[in-house]
């Protein structure tokens, strides 16, 4: 299993900045993502994080919007740029030891509140 | 691309009695797996249980089990002998290479 601390937990933050949202996990894995879930739905896969290369955006988001690092094989960021209200959210890191297998589980951090004013 | 589905946006069970969360999915893939989550207040994930699509028996986790039926793509979760500490968003989720798709969740709530 895997351990995942996300920071911070919460934030309320000015339209027009932005906010680094730091994700690390306590052992190698291989895949980083990061979701975002607004107020009442469901999870929406925003990147996978790569490690050593740009990260890859589902449709919807950009890079310039929600950059991303992953530095190392337990380290991630997301950051939200010049945030509206829109991009009032929770934000959730997850990791995963590799492709769907039998032995393959799912590990998410706690999630980011974050409420844009 | 694969969509899931929850159908119930809130479902109610009484203490100690059974509830079913339903879930269905399409997809074009023969090799993949379901997962059914649970988030708390709290916003942390937990995974429930999981199935595998090539597995015909349906998984089960203490007092939680599921009823999979491949051909219809449907995944219902059982949660039985219900305890306030089931009251949650339950998310019922599509593996398939890397990252999960989620459904829409269904808040559950549990009463005295």
């Known amino acids: 299993s895997a351990v995942i601390s996300q920071k911070p937990s919460r934030d309320i933050c000015q339209r027009g900045t932005s906010l680094t949202i730091q994700c690390q996990v306590d052992?190698?894995?291989?895949?980083m993502f990061w979701y975002r879930q607004q107020p009442g739905q469901s999870l929406t896969l925003i990147a996978t994080?790569?490690?050593?290369?740009?990260?890859?955006?589902e449709s919807g988001f950009v890079i310039d919007k929600f950059p991303i690092s992953r530095p190392n094989l337990t380290f991630s960021t997301l950051t939200v740029s010049n945030m509206s209200p829109e991009d009032s959210s929770i934000y959730l890191c997850?990791?995963?030891?590799?492709?769907?297998?039998?032995?393959?589980?799912?590990?998410f951090g706690q999630g980011t509140r974050l409420t844009v004013v | 691309a694969q969509t899931v589905t929850q159908s119930q946006p809130e479902m109610s069970v009484q203490e100690a009695e059974t509830v079913t969360l339903s879930c269905t999915y399409d997809t074009s893939e023969s090799d993949y797996y379901l997962f059914w989550y649970k988030q708390p207040p709290s916003r942390q994930m937990i995974l429930v249980i999981r199935q595998e699509a090539y597995k015909q028996q349906n998984a089960t986790e203490n007092r939680f089990s599921v009823n999979f039926q491949k051909a219809a793509k449907s995944f219902s979760l059982k949660i039985s002998d219900s305890q306030l500490g089931d009251a949650a968003m339950y998310f019922c989720?599509?593996?398939?290479?890397?990252?999960?798709?989620f459904g829409k969740g269904t808040s559950l709530l549990v009463t005295p």
């Open positions: 997850s990791a995963e030891g590799g492709p769907w297998d039998r032995n393959t589980e799912a590990f």
């Open positions: 994080a790569n490690q050593g290369s740009e990260a890859t955006y």
């Open positions: 989720a599509f593996g398939s290479g890397y990252a999960l798709n």
């Open positions: 052992s190698q894995v291989t895949m």
